[in-house]
C-alpha cells in the first residue's frame, strides 16, 4: 500500500516542525501543523492561543469509542469538554484536507492516527535532553531557568494526548516507519532522510 501522507509526532524541542516544513518544501506539497489549530479557531470563532489550551488538557476517556461513530449525536458532542471538542473539530479538518490533497505532511494532532486508512508514512523524531533544552532557550525563546520544567511538561501533554485519543503509546517506535535523532543528525538531514526514505517506499507500489 502506498502512503502519501506523512505523518510526525516529534519530542518538544526536536525541531519536528521545522524539520515537516523542510521535508514538505522538498517535496514541493503542504505541511500543515498550528494551521489546523488556526482552522478550528476559525470555525469555532475562538482565539488560537484559547484553543491552544484547551487542545493539550486531557481529554476524556470515552472520546476513542465516540470518534468510532461515523456521525456522533449531536447532544453528545455538546456534553463534551472544550479539550474534546476541539480535537473532534481538528479531526474532521484534517480528514477534509485528506479529501482534498493526495500527499502532504501533518505535524503532530495525531494524524498517523486519524489518517491511518488513507496510508501515512508514520516518522518519530526525538533528541537528547540536553539539546532539546538548549533548543527552547535558542530557538523558541524559553527562559533558561524554566526550560527544563516546559519541557517536561510539554512531552507529557503530548503524550497525554496522543495515548487517550488513539489508545496507543506515542513513544512505541514500533508504530513508526523512521525515528531520527535531530540532535545528531540535524534538521536539513533529517528532512533529506524522510523524503528519501517516503520516495524509496513509494515507489515499490505502482499506481
Given at each position: 500500500m502506498k502512503k502519501n501522507i506523512i505523518t510526525i509526532e516529534r519530542q518538544y524541542g526536536s525541531g519536528g516542525s521545522v524539520i515537516g516544513q523542510l521535508a514538505a518544501e522538498k517535496l514541493g506539497i503542504n505541511c500543515y501543523n498550528r494551521q489546523i489549530l488556526e482552522?478550528?479557531?476559525?470555525?469555532?470563532?475562538?482565539?488560537?492561543?484559547?484553543?491552544?489550551?484547551?487542545?493539550?488538557?486531557?481529554?476524556?476517556?470515552?472520546?476513542y469509542s465516540l470518534l468510532l461513530s461515523a456521525n456522533p449525536a449531536r447532544t453528545m458532542e455538546e456534553n463534551l469538554p472544550l479539550s474534546d471538542k476541539v480535537f473532534l473539530m481538528e479531526s474532521?479538518?484534517?480528514?477534509?484536507?485528506?479529501?482534498?490533497?493526495?500527499?502532504?505532511?501533518?505535524?503532530?494532532?495525531?494524524?498517523?492516527?486519524?489518517?491511518?486508512?488513507?496510508?501515512?508514512?508514520?516518522v518519530y523524531i526525538y533528541a537528547d535532553h540536553e539539546f532539546r533544552v538548549k533548543r527552547a532557550i535558542s530557538e523558541y525563546g524559553v527562559s533558561e531557568n524554566k526550560a527544563d520544567s516546559i519541557l517536561k511538561k510539554a512531552d507529557k501533554r503530548r503524550e497525554t494526548f496522543y495515548n487517550v485519543n488513539t489508545g496507543r503509546v506515542w513513544q512505541d517506535k514500533d508504530q513508526y516507519a523512521l525515528c531520527l535523532n535531530s540532535g545528531v543528525l540535524g534538521d536539513e538531514l533529517c528532512a533529506e532522510i524522510i523524503v528519501r526514505a517516503y520516495q524509496e517506499y513509494n515507489n515499490r507500489f505502482k499506481d
Open positions: 482552522m478550528t479557531a476559525e470555525r469555532c470563532g475562538i482565539a488560537p492561543e484559547y484553543l491552544e489550551n484547551a487542545e493539550e488538557n486531557v481529554p476524556t476517556s470515552f472520546l474532521r479538518i484534517i480528514n477534509e484536507i485528506a479529501e482534498k490533497e493526495k500527499q502532504f505532511v501533518i505535524v503532530g494532532r495525531c494524524g498517523s492516527y486519524i489518517l491511518e486508512e488513507k496510508g501515512c508514512f508514520n
